[in-house]
């Protein structure tokens, strides 16, 4: 078990170790993107990195060699560049990024591999690289955002009901951000929206037929539900159960046989 989380900690003689002894890589990615008038643009690989790296800690107490790797910043977020305040790669070229960083690690000799992300335009890019870099090599590779793998106890835990699950600089990203930096003053949180985005269904992420409409986030202002409704007591509530709930899925992959 590796005493030190991070990937970047560790010499290379350690690294080739723990891939070779089967540990577990965790890779979290995000986005650099606006996130309404009130939320700093680092708000996505923020809490990415954050529920990564706690959850990696839990595992790693319970006996899992885990380590963690740099959280990568910026993701597909072109639908947030009209606001400005964002950095955003290509589609194609995001999947691209991914792939080379799963396949380095591939090469560093990890084969237990798991993206969390906390970024919804990534969502679908992180899971098409995952399954085509385990179609190209023995690896076990698990790809999820985080509070998809938590959606189940973020419910328990109220998630809903100060705004959509996890919509996006509403009132649960902020309670998160407000739990994961009360030092940071913050911008006046909107109460409200000129329009409303539908509700989220309470079983799932992403709905069973996606439909892309034109300029939608213009039309919504940039942000999904009122800010106000946000609390850092709620945030961290959020972030413990997401954290635990990550934990398990992080021992459970750690515990499958590996293939050939």
């Known amino acids: 078990m590796a005493e030190r989380l991070l990937f970047d ?71 947030h560049l009209p606001f400005g305040g964002t950095i955003s790669l290509p589609t194609t070229t995001y999947y691209d990024v991914l792939v080379a960083i799963l396949e380095s690690l591939v090469t560093d000799g990890f084969r237990r591999l798991f993206l969390v992300n906390g970024h919804g335009g990534n969502h679908e890019l992180i899971q098409i690289a995952a399954r085509d870099v385990a179609l190209r090599h023995p690896v076990i590779a698990v790809a999820g955002s985080w509070w998809n793998i938590a959606w189940d106890v973020l419910v328990e835990a109220g998630a809903g009901d100060v705004g959509r699950l996890p919509g996006h600089a509403g009132g649960f990203e902020t309670s998160v951000v407000q739990a994961m930096r009360p030092d940071l003053p913050l911008g006046e949180l909107p109460a409200a929206r000129t329009a409303d985005a539908a509700p989220a269904d309470p079983r799932r992420f992403s709905p069973l037929v996606r439909t892309e409409v034109h300029d939608y986030w213009g039309s919504i202002e940039g942000f999904s539900d009122a800010p106000v409704r946000a609390s850092a007591e709620a945030g961290r509530r959020y972030l413990d159960v997401s954290i635990a709930e990550l934990a398990r899925r992080i021992e459970a992959l750690a515990a499958t046989p590996l293939p050939g």
């Open 9 to 79: 900690e560790h010499n290379r003689v350690e690294l080739r170790a723990l891939g070779a002894g089967g540990a577990v890589v965790v890779i979290p990615v995000g986005a650099t993107e606006q996130h309404g008038p009130h939320l700093p643009v680092g708000t996505d690989w923020w809490h990415a990195e954050h529920v990564a790296r706690g959850a990696a800690a839990r595992a790693s107490a319970a006996g899992v060699s885990v380590v963690v790797t740099p959280t990568l910043p910026f993701g597909s977020s072109p639908h």
